[in-house]
């Protein structure tokens, strides 16, 4: 750590382990932890550790519940401002990370890391009670309700009671009638994709 005057940009504290600068003392010192690994703020609810007060703060929003940060467009509201700026995009359509791989396009680097793995073949999220093994840590929590029979989501218009987000879409489509999945042979429309499938047999004479 190091005083450095600086007639430039006014930066007069100086890191001695990387290129970051600052104009206060106690900001130099908080990026120092950084540095070192300190973690002085303790939460009161579970072993977290916290560099910064400010981080703890957020942090105590996972078991308090509090959501302070509201979507201007829709009811979606989060504990982080980090996450409504992500949210933000999928009323904007911006999706500024892309694959070098193949079109594919996020909204995220966490995303877009994610779905490098469908390139590398990565499975790192593994089910403790079977084999199954997914790229993606959502795609686990979601399969764990195979075992546990959880069914978060419900219908409005029925009983019905789904495991995920998606099951709940294909239901509501009874609901509605919508038949998003057309044959390009004839004038066949279906609900689901693997009843498209199934029908597709019909003209190509394919045996499952």
Not at 93 to 114: F, I, M, N, Q, W
């Amino acid at each position: 750590m190091r005083h450095v005057r600086s007639h430039n940009d006014g930066k007069l504290y100086a890191c001695d382990r990387c290129n970051h600068r600052t104009t206060r003392l106690g900001s130099l010192k908080l990026h120092m932890m950084t540095h070192t690994g300190e973690k002085p703020h303790a939460c009161n609810s579970c072993k977290y550790r916290a560099g910064t007060l400010s981080d703890l703060k957020r942090h105590m929003r996972t078991h308090t519940g509090e959501k302070p940060y509201g979507c201007n467009s829709c009811e979606h509201r989060t504990n982080q401002l980090g996450n409504l700026k992500l949210h933000m995009k999928t009323h904007t359509g911006e999706k500024p990370y892309a694959c070098s791989s193949c079109e594919y396009r996020a909204v995220s680097t966490g995303d877009l890391r994610s779905h490098m793995k469908t390139h590398t073949g990565e499975k790192p999220y593994a089910c403790n009670n079977c084999e199954y093994r997914t790229s993606q840590i959502g795609n686990l929590k979601t399969h764990m309700r195979t075992h546990t029979g959880e069914k978060p989501h419900a219908c409005s218009g029925c009983e019905y009671r789904a495991a995920s987000v998606g099951d709940l879409k294909r239901h509501l489509r009874i609901h509605t009638g919508e038949k998003p999945y057309a044959c390009e042979s004839c004038e066949f429309r279906t609900t689901q994709l693997g009843n498209l499938k199934t029908h597709m047999r019909t003209h190509t004479g394919e045996k499952p």
